[in-house]
Structures are given as C-alpha cells and as structure tokens.
C-alpha cells in the first residue's frame, strides 16, 4: 500500500563458535652445573585456560649429548618432549667430562581437545657447565698438639671477586687475628692466592680442579696445586717451602720460587711435580742453603726442566725429546726415551740417557753418565780446562777439567775450548775436538774424528796393525789397521807401531810416523815429517816441482817444490825419495 505499514519475519539461524588455544606461561631460569652431577631443571609452564579443555606439552631441545631428564621422552634431534604433570621435580643428569654453555630452548604448547587448535610459547635460556674450584686453606699446630683450620671455598667460572679471610674467621689458638688471605680471580675464574700478612700463621693451601687452569700461589708454607686435563695450565707458585704440583695432558708452565724450611726433615722442603703429557715447561728456583729437594716428572712430551740454586734434585724426563738443566747439588737425571739433553752442572750427578741419541753433560763434579739405548754423547762443551777422555775406560776417569767421570754406553765425545784429549773405543765414535789444538783417537771402528778449530792430530798410536791415512781426503777412508774413518778439521798424523803410510794435505802438516817402517808424504805446504824409531821413507815423489834437501839440516828448509819442510830422521836406516830433485849432504843419508 501506499500506507506506513511495516511487516516483520523472524527466523533461527544456526551458527558455530570454535574454541580458541590461550597462549600458556612459561619461564626458565639459570642452570649452572658440574659435570657428572644431577640438578634441578628450573622450567615451569602453565594453561591460561583452566576450564579443562586444553592440554600442555612441553619441548627442551640443546641439551649436551649424554644428558638426561628424569621425566619426558627424547625424541629425533635431542628434542625432549614432556606433559606438565613431568615439569614438577624436574632433574638433569650431566655426563662427566663437559664443559662450557650451552644455549637451550623450551616451548610450551597450548592444544584445544575440541579441534586441535594450539597456541606456542618459547623461552631461550643458557646452560653453563663447569667443574668448581675447591680452594683450601688449612693450619697445623705443633708441638702443644695437632690443631687443623680446615676453610674451603669453591670458585665458579667466570667468579670476578675477592673473598678476604680475616682473624675472625681463622679465630683458633696459634692462628693470628691478623692473618689476612685474599683470593682474586680474573674473567675466566682463574685464581692469584695471597697471604698478605702473619705470615706462617695459615700454612697450607690447596687448589683442586678437574680442568685446566692458571694459578698463582703466594707466601704460603705448603702449598698444593692438582689440575686436569683437557688443555694447557699455569701455575706460579711463590715463597712457599714445600708442596705438590699436578697437572694434566696439555703443554704446561710451571714456576716455582721456593724457601727453605729450616724445621723438620726432609719432607719440610720436598717439591713433588707431574706434569703429565705435552710438551711442558717446568722451572724450579731452589732454596739457597741447598735444602729444598725437587722431584720432577715431566712425562711425555717434549719437556723443558730448569732447575736452578742447590738443591738434590730428582728429574724423570719421561718419552720425548727432553731438555733438562740442574745446579749445584749431587742431582739424578733419567731423560727416558726420546733424544734428550741433559745437563747435570755443579756437583756429583747421575745422568741415564735411556733409549734414544742422547747428549750428556756432567758439568763439574765426579760425574756417572750413561748413554743408554742408541748413540750418545758426553759432552764437555762447557768444561772450564782441558779434558782427557777415553770411552775404552769403564771405571771412573779424571778427565782434568771436567771432574773424575765414570762413562758407560756413550759413544760419542766433544771436547772443551782447550787442548784436548779424546780417544774411543772398539766401537764406531765420534769425537769432536771444538776449539784448541786436540789429540783424537778413534781406536777400532769407523770413526768420525773432528778437530774444530785449533791445530789438531788425529792419532793412530794404538792401532792394532798398520795403517794407511791421508789427510787429503775428505771423506770415509780404509785406515786399515784402525777401520774405515772419517777426518774432519785434521792438520797433523801419529801413526801406529807398525809400517805406516801417512799423506799430508795442501796445509801445514806434521806426520810423525811412530815405531815401524813408515812412509811419510808431506805434500804441499810446510811440513814436519819425523819418522820415528825403524826405517822410514820421506817421499816428494809427487812434488809440482824440483825439490833442494839438505839431510844436514835439522831445522826448517825450503825444499822449493814441497813447502819448507823438517825433516827427523830418527834412529833407523831412513830413505828420502825425491822426483827432480837436488839432494845435497848425501853422505848424512845411512
């Protein structure tokens, strides 16, 4: 109509709601931990929805292998899945033998039982594993009986603080109330220990860790350091009379600077270090009245040992190519296998090279030095005087510069700065000369004879049958009656008892031919032939030129082709052979 009518209609519509996931809570919080040890998981999550709809499950994922909660299920990845009735009581279990952080992260996960419908939650947080410090400080007081302070303090990584313990806290009888100890650490927990003052009145300390670690220890009595492995420590230990110091498999620096202790026996001033594999420095400043007694350790691994003052010292150099040094005092060195230097210095050493090529260095003193296993060498290098050595001679040998030795198992000899007297054995030596004018002997065998610098002989006087040697050449020759050797740095020949041939080089030579029948060639430059007792040969059969000699003349001549020779005739019928010579006095030749 053209009305204001109105008409109305009313009808049900369906329509459908579905249920909604709320978002649950969730938080974590730190986890610091030890290796090996069980512990609280702090996680906690709960539905905003209570009204039974919904349920809750829970995720962890970045735990370290080998580690394991004690309620949920792992999954594929290392994922743990747990339900909240799992997160009350929650532990950890670490394995042993870890260490640093850990990032992990928890999700909580809201789920409609209606439909399906979920809604997430993520926290991030850290896990941090390390093994703590135990710090120990302890008092022993004697006579009136025995009273120990026993104060241990456990140090976490990354601790950046000083903890100071005052007379309150060591208030016991013989404690001073002034005993002030601090402990400060650096950004990686790593402790430098003082006594400040009251010296003696806390006596021992004792650092224990299960993993490398640099430590520095200062103005204690005893003082005990015992660390792991798994990389490189440090330790420094200052002003302490006696203690203990372990380390484990990485390359190690150890100092320590001892006192001595004047009370008591010989355990009062006893330093024990084992610085187990790698290659490790090991440095030991003894006390000066010479009471301080190291044992050392070093294991294996190319280990440096230092030990300095007097002191009775005690070193293991373990498998490795060693390098071990002590002082005065009468000292006992096993270099173990590997190719070591050892070097006794002042006082009555025993040095045992063990297997390997080995360098044994006495020092002053009545010294024992056995090589070992494979080529060694005694060494008199830094011998203050001349030395006389003979490696045939087993029992003790004044050697003159370098002490009364007893040598066995060397094989090898160098010489000092001075006029030196080296002679083998029947075995293959070299002998080294260094600076002087030296004698060298090889004896039997195939020697290497050396001179170093100076005016040197290489002497055959105790061959067992002739012998053939020219100083011309530079490499192994056939000696005959003395093997096949080699002569290095050699101006002048001895021959033996028997018919020699011994040959000059273009130098100045002396070629003193000994007992025998012997001939001697100068060869070029200005030489000394002395043939000796029987009937000897001065030959120039191979001069460059004309050759003028006066039998006459005793002392120095121009011979023109040869040199300015001498030539001694000795007590035989000698025989001077010349090429396009001119041979004046022939009436002295007998």
Known sequence: ????????????????????????????GTLDAQPGAT???????????????????????????????SAGQLGAGGVWTLS????????????????????????????????????TATVPFNLSVDRDMSITFSHAILPDGTQNLADSYVVGEGTSSTQTITGATMDIVGVAPSANVSVTYDAQGNPDIRLNSAWGSVRNIRVEDDQPRNVKVTNFVDAEVLLGDGGPSSVSVTDAKDGRIVTG?????????????????????????????GDDVITIQAASN??????????????????????????????????????????????????????????????????????????????????GADVDTASYAAATSAVTVNLATT??????????????????????????????????????????????????????LDGGAGTDTASYASATSAVAVSLAITGAQNTGGAGIDTLIGIENLTGS?????????????????????????????????????GTDTASYAS????????????????????????????????????????????????
């Open 1 to 28: 109509t053209n009305g204001g009518d109105t008409a109305t209609i009313t009808a049900q519509l369906p329509v459908t709601v579905g249920a909604v996931a709320d978002t649950p809570s969730l938080s974590a």
């Open 39 to 69: 512990t609280d998981f702090p996680v906690a999550a709960a539905l905003a929805d209570l009204d039974g709809s919904e349920s809750l499950t829970v995720t962890i994922s970045g735990l370290p292998s080998g580690a394991v909660l």
């Open 249 to 277: 498999d990485g390359n190690d620096t150890i100092n320590v600077r001892a006192l001595s202790d004047t009370i008591g026996g010989a355990a009062n001033n006893q330093w024990i270090v084992s610085s187990g594999a």
């Open 497 to 533: 008892g028997f018919d020699d041939a011994l040959t000059g080089d273009a130098g100045n030579n002396a070629l003193r031919g000994g007992a025998g029948n012997d001939a001697l060639i100068g060869g070029a430059g200005n030489d000394t032939l002395d043939g000796g007792s």
């Open 290 to 371: 010479g009471r301080t007694l190291p044992q050392v350790d070093a294991g294996a691994g190319d280990d440096t040992v230092q030990i300095t003052g007097n002191s009775v010292d005690q070193v293991l150099g373990g498998s490795g190519n060693d390098r071990i040094s002590t002082d005065a005092g009468n000292d006992a060195i096993d270099g173990g296998a590997g190719d070591d230097i050892l070097d006794g210095g002042a006082g009555n050493d025993t040095l045992l090279g063990g297997a390997g090529r080995d360098t044994l260095i006495g020092g002053t003193g009545n010294d024992t030095l056995n090589g």
């Open 84 to 119: 909240q009735g799992d997160l009350a009581g929650l532990k950890v279990t670490l394995p042993s033998g870890i260490r640093g952080d850990f990032p992990l992260e928890t999700t909580a996960t809201a789920t409609e039982s209606s439909n399906g419908d979920a809604a």
């Open 543 to 590: 001069a460059a030129s004309a050759v003028a000699v006066s039998l006459a003349t005793t002392s120095a001549q121009n011979t023109g082709g040869a040199g300015t020779d001498t030539l001694t005739g000795g007590a035989g019928a000698d025989t001077f052979v010349f090429a396009a010579s001119a041979l004046t006095d022939a009436q002295a030749v007998i």
């Open 395 to 448: 029992a003790a040998q004044n050697t003159g510069g370098g002490g009364t030795d007893t040598l066995n198992s060397i094989e090898n000899v160098t010489g000092s700065n001075f006029n030196d007297t080296l002679t083998g054995n029947s075995g293959d030596n070299r002998l080294e000369g260094g600076a002087g004018n030296d004698t060298l002997s090889g004896a039997l065998g195939d020697d290497v």
